[in-house]
């Protein structure tokens, strides 16, 4: 079952432009993570964020959290025609096992035009 | 370099035919996983392990089966009994407990 959602489906931007892409979950979770995807490719870690965090940057990224919402947003500064990708939520709900392995939306696919 | 190696890159299967893909850390992981990728679908969880010769069935295991003889490798066999196959296939691996998934560059599975 999904349990993240990425909004948009697709956004596209001119370079420069900062983005913004938003993902809301059903049930409670430990943590919330960003991934990125180029076409054809494996996914690429990019930042990772807590339930007792509510924003965290890595370079040009920020990362919302807010759990009361079940949502989250990513937002990339001064943006670059190599940020062109699929972005994707991943959500790690604990039920008491460890690992369980992440669950995943179906992504935002971000486009910049140069 | 520590990675995560999936082989082959692109495969083809016959209608009827088992196939296995190759999944392979070094990273010392303890967990790792294989998703299912179709278009305008995201990634769907097919199976997981935690710890070696033990692992869980996913979201969409039917017609999927795996091993975990070893902490480095985890195949992934789609078997005749899959209806539709042909997807990309990606592998990942995390510490086990609430850190980042290292990805494996993936397998294109065409039945044809």
């Known amino acids: 079952s999904q349990q993240g959602e990425e909004d948009p489906q697709a956004l596209s931007i001119q370079e420069g432009e900062n983005a913004t892409m938003n993902c809301s979950y059903k049930t409670s979770i430990n943590n919330l993570q960003w991934y990125r995807q180029n076409s054809g490719r494996g996914l690429v870690h990019l930042i990772l964020?807590?339930?007792?965090?509510r924003e965290k940057h890595s370079g040009r990224l920020r990362v919302t959290l807010d759990t009361s919402k079940k949502s989250s947003s990513l937002l990339i500064t001064a943006s670059r025609a190599a940020d062109t990708a699929s972005y994707f939520c991943a959500t790690d709900v604990d039920t008491g096992g460890g690992a369980d392995g992440l669950t995943f939306g179906k992504g935002t696919h971000l486009i910049i035009q140069p | 370099d520590g990675g995560i190696t999936q082989s082959p890159k692109y495969l083809f299967r016959k209608e009827g035919q088992n196939v296995t893909l190759s999944c392979e850390q070094n990273?010392?992981?303890?967990?790792m996983y294989w998703y299912r990728q179709d278009p305008g679908q995201g990634l769907r969880l097919i199976y997981y392990?935690?710890?070696?010769?033990?692992?869980q069935k996913g979201d969409i295991a039917e017609g999927y089966s795996v091993s975990r003889e070893k902490k480095e490798s985890f195949p992934l066999t789609v078997t005749s009994a899959q209806k539709n196959p042909t997807a990309f296939y990606l592998c990942a691996s995390s510490a086990l407990t609430f850190t980042e998934a290292f990805f494996g560059q993936g397998t294109r599975l065409t039945v044809v």
């Open positions: 392990s935690q710890i070696v010769n033990d692992f």
């Open positions: 990273l010392n992981h303890d967990a």
């Open positions: 964020i807590r339930s007792n965090e």
